[in-house]
């Protein structure tokens, strides 16, 4: 049973930093890829970041990139998604994701495994 659990979400000032957390358990290590999305309040699940089983190459939304930093520890089976330099419109509930597809994509509806959300909000 593969199950993830996230964590590190919280309220933080424009410009601050956060450090999200994703444990995984079960048998995540075939996935293709592990990814982070959020969802802004009364808007889509949209992507963040992703980092792949093969290589390691990671992927960013054009709106995070160069300010979030997507990581894997494969001994703790944990990703993290490092945030910095934090903007109001990055306030969302911040979900960890596994693809369910032979291939990576971008698209919510192509992960079949998600966890129950942190809250990140980011005030001006």
């Known amino acids: 049973q593969v199950q993830l659990v996230e964590s590190g979400g919280g309220l933080v000032q424009a410009g601050g930093s956060l450090r999200l957390s994703c444990a995984a358990s079960?048998?995540?290590?075939?996935?293709?890829?592990i990814a982070w999305f959020r969802q802004p309040p009364g808007k889509e699940r949209e992507f963040v970041a992703a980092?792949?089983?093969?290589?390691?190459?990671?992927y960013y939304a054009d709106s995070v990139k160069g300010r979030f930093t997507i990581l894997r520890d494969y001994a703790k089976n944990t990703v993290y998604l490092e945030m910095n330099s934090l903007k109001p419109e990055d306030t969302a509930v911040y979900y960890c994701?596994?693809?369910?597809?032979?291939?990576?994509?971008?698209?919510?509806?192509?992960?079949?495994?998600w966890g129950q959300g942190t809250q990140v909000t980011v005030s001006s």
């Open positions: 994701a596994l693809e369910g597809s032979h291939y990576f994509t971008t698209a919510p509806s192509d992960y079949d495994y």
């Open positions: 079960g048998r995540t290590f075939s996935r293709v890829a």
């Open positions: 980092v792949l089983r093969s290589g390691g190459s990671t």
